[in-house]
């Protein structure tokens, strides 16, 4: 396999790991400052929206790590649309700052008000926290969709390079 066809695969996913890393860090830290509220639990939320809130309370550590693993595959799925994307729109290629941020702000909406809503982990909108309300926001897109596109830019600009474009 040409290395310019395992790049972007590579690069998508990096980025998707750097993203994964940098939200679930910021989700445990805010919520664990804020509401005391342990590591654990945050991944127990996060498996809640597959198995339920009371399934994944009950399940311990097994719950978390079903947590961790379905947080970074939503990660990798969200660098991986993005990846998409980018390729077949040349846009965002040539304005991944303005991509990236319009990006991160649609991935705050979707994941907020249609797949946790639709999810089995019972949250409806928004929590009534202004605080983590605006962190979220801003986390998605520096922390989620930034280090998305600079990983899916990187892959596209060295493909770009060896072809001639």
Request: hydrophobic share 55%; aromatic share 10%.
């Amino acid at each position: 396999m040409p290395a310019t066809t395992r790049s972007l695969p590579l690069w998508t996913a990096i980025g998707g790991l750097i993203a994964g890393t940098l939200d679930i860090v910021y989700a445990i830290t805010y919520w664990g400052l804020t509401k005391h509220v342990p590591a654990q639990r945050i991944l127990h939320s996060v498996a809640s929206g597959l198995i339920g809130r009371e399934a994944a309370l009950a399940g311990g550590a097994a719950t978390a790590s079903l947590g961790l693993f379905l947080h970074y595959f939503i990660a990798l799925v969200m660098a991986a649309v993005y990846a998409v994307a980018a390729r077949k729109l040349d846009w965002m290629r040539r304005h991944p700052w303005l991509a990236s941020t319009v990006y991160g702000l649609w991935l705050f909406v979707a994941m907020n008000f249609i797949v946790v809503p639709l999810s089995r982990a019972g949250a409806k909108g928004l929590p009534p926290d202004v605080l983590w309300i605006a962190l979220s926001v801003a986390v998605h897109i520096a922390f989620v969709a930034w280090p998305i596109a600079w990983a899916v830019n990187r892959a596209l600009s060295s493909q770009g390079s060896r072809h001639g474009r």
